[in-house]
């Protein structure tokens, strides 16, 4: 497979390792610094773009690929305002993008688990849920597109009362994110947390090998093959 990198920070870096490893190919690199890239025979040739830029940029980044017929896997955050806006312009222009706030297999489960759990909770009003997640300080979204992901499913079970997050940015904390259930009377945990940055390249390599060749706006829980949200 040949891949388009959009965005070249440490997430960029560790999808190009494992891609490589894979026995894939990088074709084109582009980042802040090298706009004309887009117009490289490196871009035009690759079979499908990897997007991690920025929160500012991603939604010109996703049109972009649109614009040049390319299937594209994103895991920026930040800009999931303009989601339903993204996801009508793929399907209508019948374009491919594959979307995840966070590409772990662990994290996925997790997200499945606190929507269970919160339809469980559901039925206990003495408990309050909250959420606390932890990242590195050159994190530029706050809270995380996961935190969000997993309010969202509390949200949902509880019929629109959103949990309080609590967003830390602190050293190089790869990311962390629990979950807790209290009560008077006692506290229940559910927590995930990643050693590294390995994880989540990994299934956004995996991502990408899933995408190619398929049409519309896919996410993990059409790779996975179980429900998420």
Not at 42 to 63: K, M, T, W
Not at 138 to 166: F, R, V, W, Y
């Amino acid at each position: 497979m040949k891949i388009a990198l959009i965005g070249y920070g440490k997430m960029g870096r560790a999808i190009e390792t494992i891609a490589l490893q894979k026995g894939h190919s990088i074709t084109a690199i582009i980042d802040v610094d090298n706009p004309e890239e887009w117009q490289s025979e490196g871009f035009r040739a690759a079979d499908l773009a990897v997007e991690f830029s920025a929160p500012q940029s991603a939604v010109d980044n996703y049109y972009r690929c649109f614009d040049a017929g390319k299937a594209l896997v994103s895991g920026t955050t930040g800009w999931l305002s303009r989601l339903e806006e993204v996801k009508e312009r793929c399907l209508k222009g019948n374009h491919t993008m594959f979307y995840a706030s966070n590409f772990s297999v662990g994290v996925n489960v997790l997200f499945a688990v606190n929507r269970y759990l919160a339809e469980l909770m559901s039925r206990f009003p003495a408990y309050e849920a909250r959420l606390r997640e932890v990242h590195h300080i050159h994190k530029k979204d706050a809270p995380s597109g996961t935190a969000l992901s997993l309010a969202e499913g509390i949200q949902a079970a509880l019929q629109g009362k959103a949990p309080l997050i609590e967003s830390v940015r602190e050293g190089e904390e790869p990311g962390f994110h629990e979950i807790v259930w209290e009560s008077a009377a006692d506290r229940i945990c559910l927590s995930h947390g990643a050693k590294g940055r390995e994880g989540f390249a990994a299934g956004v390599v995996a991502a990408a090998e899933f995408t190619v060749g398929r049409k519309g706006f896919l996410g993990m829980e059409n790779m996975l093959g179980f429900s998420i949200h």
